[in-house]
């Protein structure tokens, strides 16, 4: 499963920040903790019947991007392939979607902005000539 939230000029900034030395690497620790204040928040917000859906939310990071995840697809007793459908909905099986991590999202917008502008601030105080 996966939401995505966009952030305009994104490519822009990291190219910028590129080309002045700064090394995209500290902008992946961001996204991770940007993601965990999402995961804090969605942890208390999904559904649970038996609590695995919860246990398998967690937050990854890549240079480009903060991601949160729910569900996997094992088979075993602890297999959860079910997130997408509780998240998105499933009219055929008359699921009702319940976005969790979208409303987490939205909800913790202003605390993970606030890491954003930090790391920006940060990155442009170590850019030589500005």
Do not use: C
Request: charge should be positive; hydrophobic fraction near 40%; proline fraction near 5%.
């Amino acid at each position: 499963m996966y939401t995505g939230l966009k952030l305009d000029g994104g490519r822009e900034l990291r190219s910028t920040l590129r080309k002045a030395g700064y090394d995209l690497k500290d902008l992946k620790a961001t996204h991770r903790q940007a993601a965990a204040v999402v995961v804090s928040r969605a942890k208390g917000w999904v559904p649970r019947v038996s609590g695995n859906l919860a246990a398998t939310i967690r937050p990854g990071a890549t240079q480009r991007a903060a991601v949160v995840r729910a569900g996997n697809n094992r088979t075993s007793k602890s297999g959860v392939p079910y997130a997408a459908p509780i998240h998105w909905g499933w009219k055929a099986r008359n699921i009702k979607a319940n976005p969790f991590l979208s409303y987490s999202a939205q909800a913790t917008e202003p605390t993970w902005v606030r890491l954003y502008e930090q790391a920006v601030d940060k990155a442009l105080d170590q850019v030589k000539g500005i």
